[in-house]
Nanobody
């Protein structure tokens, strides 16, 4: 059974930084893609950033230059991080980690989600 667990959220002042972590376990194949989404108060969940297994990354325009996704040197795509800098109140949201994983070689990927971690940017 695949499990996705986020950690690292919390309260931070405007201009501050946080690093979120996401660990995947129970999977047979390494994730093909890992991504972070967020749901701001009163809004739908939105995509923030993604990383492909080959290392390519994509960011939503609003976080470019401030957020950075990376993967663990030992655990590879099973452990990714989201470094968030220069945070503003608009970044306040529940952040969700998404793992796109194939159950068997050649299969399409299936999406697995974490439970979310709250990030609050406030003075």
């Amino acid at each position: 059974q695949v499990e996705v667990v986020e950690s690292g959220g919390g309260l931070v002042q405007p201009g501050g930084s946080l690093r979120l972590s996401c660990e995947v376990s129970g999977n047979r194949f390494s994730p093909a893609y890992m991504g972070w989404y967020r749901q701001r108060p009163g809004n739908q969940r939105e995509w923030v950033v993604s990383m492909a297994s080959g290392g390519a990354t994509n960011y939503v325009d609003s976080v470019k230059g401030r957020f950075a996704i990376s993967r663990d040197s030992a655990k590879g795509m099973n452990m990714v991080y989201l470094q968030m800098n220069s945070l503003t109140a608009d970044d306040t949201a529940v952040y969700y980690c998404n793992a796109a994983i194939r159950q068997r070689s050649g299969d399409p990927t299936s999406d697995y989600w974490g439970q979310g971690t709250q990030v609050t940017v406030s003075s």
